[in-house]
């Protein structure tokens, strides 16, 4: 499945792309949303993923930004790997109890670390209370986009990919190797991380494949 991610600023933009995707990312650290607007976004039937990256908004805010998202229906929710323990804890039980799948992240903007490294994330990833890993590694070599998609062997729901020109490709094979979803942009819409391919791009590639 494509996950489309959205950074909109605009909620009649943002719901107007969701009446065309199965899946997306809302980026509520880019689109600013209040609290009624949040409601009309997540209440829309697509299945959606409510993130809000660290920004100078303190972690509270951020949560119950999150928190309104997951109330109005989000599918999932996105937690920082990093996060303060008791913000995620807080982040997790919420979203347990209002049947919100978790996803634990993980993003270096610079390099990919080893395998053994990454797989160790993962494996706290789940016992942080993590439905889905996640790995968004910068993919500088082609050994790097081995390590990356060597990751898809252990068990465990995981969406494993590099991030620049070289890791464009983690982000076709991912479905194919049983990533929860592979993520990608609107055709004319705002890249959200670097080396992301427009969805028309990405879907036209994974039907080739697909018929191979």
């Known amino acids: 499945m494509i996950c489309i991610?959205?950074?909109?600023?605009?909620?009649?933009?943002?719901?107007?792309?969701?009446?065309?995707?199965?899946?997306?990312?809302?980026?509520?650290?880019?689109?600013?949303f209040d609290s009624e607007e949040i409601e009309e976004v997540f209440t829309m039937p697509a299945k959606l993923v409510a993130t809000h990256r660290p920004t100078s908004l303190p972690d509270k805010?951020?949560?119950?930004?999150?928190?309104?998202?997951?109330?109005?229906?989000?599918?999932?929710?996105?937690?920082?790997?990093?996060?303060?323990?008791?913000?995620?804890?807080?982040?997790?039980?919420?979203?347990?109890?209002?049947?919100?799948?978790?996803?634990?992240?993980?993003?270096?903007?610079?390099?990919?670390?080893?395998?053994?490294?990454?797989?160790?994330i993962i494996d706290e990833s789940f016992i942080f209370g993590a439905d889905v890993a996640k790995v968004a590694v910068m993919a500088n070599t082609q050994q790097d986009?081995?390590?990356?998609?060597?990751?898809?062997?252990?068990?465990?729901?995981?969406?494993?990919?590099?991030?620049?020109?070289?890791?464009?490709?983690?982000?076709?094979?991912?479905?194919?190797?049983g990533a929860e979803f592979t993520f990608a942009v609107m055709d004319d819409g705002r890249s959200t991380a670097p080396g992301q391919l427009t969805f028309s791009k990405l879907e036209n590639l994974l039907n080739q494949l697909s018929n191979l």
């Open 61 to 120: 805010e951020r949560m119950e930004l999150l928190k309104l998202a997951i109330h109005y229906g989000a599918e999932y929710v996105d937690v920082e790997y990093e996060a303060n323990p008791e913000y995620r804890n807080e982040l997790v039980n919420y979203a347990r109890k209002k049947g919100c799948n978790v996803i634990i992240s993980y993003h270096n903007f610079e390099e990919t670390p080893s395998e053994k490294v990454l797989q160790n």
């Open 5 to 32: 991610s959205i950074s909109e600023p605009s909620v009649d933009a943002c719901k107007a792309l969701l009446k065309n995707v199965e899946m997306a990312e809302i980026r509520l650290d880019m689109c600013n």
């Open 145 to 177: 986009v081995a390590k990356i998609l060597a990751l898809y062997q252990y068990e465990g729901r995981l969406v494993a990919i590099g991030m620049g020109h070289k890791g464009k490709i983690t982000r076709v094979m991912a479905p194919l190797l």
